[in-house]
């Protein structure tokens, strides 16, 4: 993998890891037109890129991380834990099912909920519009909802925002607990892939490792803001739209 894929990759990795959109689906696209076979030393950058955008999301909500916010964070790691113990269970299974038709359908099946759900919800009836206002019970949902995230395909932010909204958790508020949440899942997977495949960044291009490291942790920070700025205007309807487009021409690449 050179620089140039390293970057491409990096933007990918850094715009769809925060956006209920699936950055699977995206990097199998990204990976055919590069020509970029999933090979150890890839497993490894993508594992240096993860923490780039667990690092965006630390740096943006530098102000949660800390003992004033104990309440909150105990509901974060409330609702990784039900993702924890199941997808350690079913991670054999998983690999199993991954292959691009599921991912395809999964962006297809996430489009139409997403549009169905904005369609009923009302956010000033939301019973929690900040972040500090979700409840013991909607952590659990969101929590419950992540699961789902272990089909290819259907996206963390998208199975926890969803989540969080059906359960009476306003728009902006749901986002930005998926954000939260994101930490410790990330934190818990990309330390786990690091142990497998640590031996592989010898012999690497730590060069291009370094550059996409940059690009995925700016693109990440820039994404994060942008979003929270259209959630105050616009709805997630227009992610449902582009989720089943995508999953359109992923199952035409068949």
């Known amino acids: 993998m050179d620089i140039f894929q ?82 350690f269970i079913l991670k054999d299974w998983i690999k199993e099912i991954f292959n691009v038709q599921t991912v395809a359908w999964m962006f297809i099946l996430g489009g139409v909920i997403f549009i169905v759900v904005e369609y009923f919800h009302k956010d000033e009836n939301s019973s929690s519009k900040e972040i500090e206002e979700v409840t013991w019970k909607q952590a659990i949902i969101i929590g419950l909802g992540q699961i789902l995230s272990l089909v290819p395909g259907t996206s963390r932010a998208g199975s926890t925002i969803i989540a969080g909204m059906v359960s009476g958790v306003g728009r902006k508020a749901s986002t930005e607990f998926s954000f939260l ?49 259209f959630l105050q205007r616009f709805t997630f309807v227009a992610f449902g739209i582009y989720r089943i487009l995508f999953g359109v021409i992923l199952l035409m690449m068949l």
């Open 6 to 87: 390293a970057i491409i990759i990096g933007i990918i990795e850094g715009f769809t890891e925060f956006l209920p959109i699936s950055s699977t689906g995206h990097m199998i696209v990204a990976s055919k037109f590069l020509g970029v076979e999933q090979s150890a030393v890839v497993k490894a950058y993508e594992v240096i890129i993860q923490f780039a955008a667990i690092l965006a999301v630390m740096l943006l909500y530098k102000d949660k991380i800390n003992l004033k916010e104990i309440d909150l964070w105990s509901k974060i790691v409330t609702a990784f834990l039900p993702l924890a113990i199941v997808g």
């Open 181 to 229: 949440l994101a930490i410790p899942v990330m934190m818990a997977v990309s330390g786990y892939d690091l142990l497998k495949h640590y031996k592989d960044f010898i012999g690497a291009d730590l060069t291009a490792f370094a550059v996409g490291f940059v690009v995925a942790f700016i693109v990440a920070y820039i994404t994060i803001k942008m979003l929270i700025i």
